[in-house]
Each structure stands twice: as structure tokens, then as C-alpha cells.
């Protein structure tokens, strides 16, 4: 397991990260992602820490705030040091019917904060992230709540999730001119199924030295090499949760070409579609979530494997995104200037 620097902090995160949306369960959406009682949980987090996990991120939306408490409690079961660990959590989504229930204001932040505080059992949150945008607080108000949490040392960093390129420009340029905390990452879907993070947001993060957390690195499973043109498992989340939006003729064309690659090296198709994440630049470090213990030990074997130029070029050429406006034209006049 590597430990890579999480943003423009001194902070080290491993290359894999453990997702906790599996833990809990609950109605709906929650029921089909995951269901995992207590002792599966404890043996979760076990197997992650054995393995090098010291990144561990979970949301106070998660199964209705189960999964913080189950994460809790199995870093108490198990006598983990929390101050070995980086514990993330994120607030954003309705907690309760109220009109005030949900979103980025000053009042629902603060409130959350320690509700997570206490459902997690801890005095501290590592790292604190906005889960999504918030059409109608001001990032200045949001950011303002996050800077009294940094203050008063309830959280240490502060991080976003799901937010166009513009919302984090934005928010940066606040936080500057405010001097506010800033943001030091990025939790983004990304994949080799679905690159548009490429687009605006990856040289974004580069430029402004921002770590990126990658979820659903497997697209909801259509990249665990299950799938086919023909045919699904039956316990698959996406055959009742069919998420993230997927163009799958293109993924299955990429999956084509992960299969030999994954044979010749004697590995799965899971870990190469993680490892060809590990091996991107942008990347501090790939979440991964389970089910089963199984799925776990596969996905951190992910860390050893090696993609060579030549299987990078492949499965760049197969999945890369086609050409979009301004990006070719600022292709095209750099060149003079690059060279």
C-alpha cells in the first residue's frame, strides 16, 4: 500500500480508501447497495487496516446515519488507534422532513457536524466535505460554517464532492479573498468507463494543487468483469440500482480489452479497472466498497498490479473521450507555445 499526499497538506492517505455504503442498509436505495450487520462490518474494516487502509470515508446520509455509527463502533470493537486513522464524512443530504432538514447553510452544517461527531463517537472529524451543490445558500455562508468548524477543531481539513468545476473555482477564490479554509479535495466519479472529469475538472485539481478521491470506481460494478453483453448476476446492486449512468456498449468495448490484459497478468478485471485509476496522476486515492469479504480482498490486491506503457496506451485508446470545443482548439494553439 502506498501513502500518497492528500492536496496541498502534508497529509497522508492510502492509495485505496475504504467506502462505507454498504454498512447499514436500510429502505431503498440503501436496501440494494448494501445491507451489512455489525460483524460484517467489524471484519470490513479489519481486513482494509490489515491490508494498509488508513482512509476511511463514510456521509451522514449514508444508510440514514447508520453507516457513521457502524464505522464507530467497529474502529472501537476492533481497539484501532484513531489517531492512526483519516476518517471522512460528508454533510449535504436531507437528514429530516424540516424545511431546514437538508443543504449547506450555516445552521444545517454546524447541526450536522456534531450529530456525525456523535454518531461516529469521536471529538474530531479528519476531513469534512460538502456531499453536492447547493443551488440556494452562498458559498460564502457554507464556507463561513466550515471555517468555524476548522476553528474550534472539530474537523481538521475541509473537502467537496460532485461539484462542477465553476462551484470549486468559486469556492477557492471565496475562501481566498475571505481567508477562509480552503478545500483540499475532491471525492469525484471517475473511471475508465467515464473519463468527463477529464474535461475541466482534472486540469482544475492539477493547477490548483487539489487531491481527488475517487468513487464507484467500477462503475457500480459493470466493470468487476461480471458483466457482459449477454448477461448480469443476479446480486448485482445495478439490477435494482442501476447507478452511476453508464454508456455501457463503450464500457463493454473497454472491459474487451481489460479481460486479456487481467488473464495475462492473472488478476481480475476489477483490478485492472482500479489499477488503471492508481496509475493516473490526479489520483490520491480510488474508494472501494464491499459487500463481501471476497470483493474486499480482490480490490486491495489492486495495488500490486502493474500496467505497462504499452497496455496504458490500450486502454486509454479504447476509452478515451471524444474530441469537445474549446479543448481541441486550445490543443491546437498551444502547440506552438508547448514547444
Not at 492536496?7 to 429502505?27: A, Q, R
Not at 440503501?30 to 482512509?55: C, H, M, R, Y
Not at 470506481?217 to 448480469?232: E, Q, T, Y
Not at 504499452?310 to 474549446?326: R, T
Request: glycine share 10%.
Amino acid at each position: 500500500m502506498k501513502y500518497n499526499i492528500l492536496g496541498n497538506t502534508g497529509l497522508k492517505v492510502s492509495e485505496l480508501c475504504l467506502g462505507t455504503m454498504t454498512f447499514g442498509g436500510g429502505d431503498g436505495m440503501w436496501k440494494a447497495i448494501g445491507q451489512l450487520p455489525q460483524k460484517e462490518v467489524n471484519e470490513i474494516v479489519k481486513l482494509s487496516t490489515d491490508g494498509g487502509i488508513n482512509f476511511i470515508d463514510t456521509a451522514n446520509v449514508y444508510s440514514e446515519g447508520i453507516s457513521e455509527q457502524m464505522t464507530g463502533k467497529a474502529i472501537k470493537d476492533l481497539g484501532l488507534n484513531r489517531h492512526d486513522l483519516v476518517i471522512a464524512t460528508k454533510v449535504r443530504g436531507k437528514m429530516n422532513e424540516g424545511p431546514n432538514g437538508s443543504g449547506l447553510t450555516k445552521k444545517h452544517i454546524l447541526q450536522q457536524a456534531d450529530e456525525s461527531l456523535k454518531r461516529l463517537g469521536m471529538d474530531y472529524i479528519d476531513l469534512y466535505q460538502i456531499h453536492g451543490f447547493d443551488p440556494i445558500t452562498p458559498f460564502e455562508e457554507t464556507l463561513a460554517a466550515l471555517d468555524n468548524l476548522v476553528s474550534s477543531g472539530k474537523v481538521r481539513y475541509i473537502g467537496c464532492s460532485n461539484l462542477a468545476a465553476w462551484h470549486i473555482m468559486k469556492a477557492l477564490s471565496v475562501s481566498e479573498r475571505e481567508r477562509f479554509v480552503k478545500f483540499i479535495s475532491l471525492q469525484a466519479y471517475y473511471t475508465i468507463a467515464g473519463r468527463d472529469l477529464e474535461r475541466e475538472i482534472v486540469p482544475l485539481l492539477l493547477d490548483q494543487k487539489l487531491g481527488l478521491m475517487v468513487w464507484s470506481p467500477l462503475a457500480g460494478g459493470l466493470l468487476s468483469g461480471k458483466f457482459d453483453r449477454n448477461s448480469s448476476p443476479e446480486d448485482s446492486r445495478r439490477v435494482n440500482f442501476d447507478f452511476p449512468p453508464v454508456n455501457k456498449d463503450k464500457a463493454f468495448d473497454i472491459v474487451d480489452v481489460m479481460r486479456p490484459i487481467a488473464e495475462s497478468k492473472g488478476v481480475s478485471v476489477a483490478q485492472i479497472a482500479l489499477a488503471w485509476l492508481l496509475h493516473q496522476k490526479v489520483v490520491s486515492s480510488v474508494i472501494i466498497g464491499a459487500k463481501k469479504v471476497s470483493q474486499l480482498e480482490d480490490n486491495l490486491k489492486a495495488v500490486d498490479v502493474k500496467l505497462t506503457e504499452a497496455e496504458l496506451f490500450n486502454l486509454d485508446e479504447v476509452s478515451k473521450l471524444p474530441a469537445e470545443y474549446p479543448g481541441w482548439m486550445i490543443e491546437r494553439q498551444g502547440g506552438d507555445r508547448r514547444a
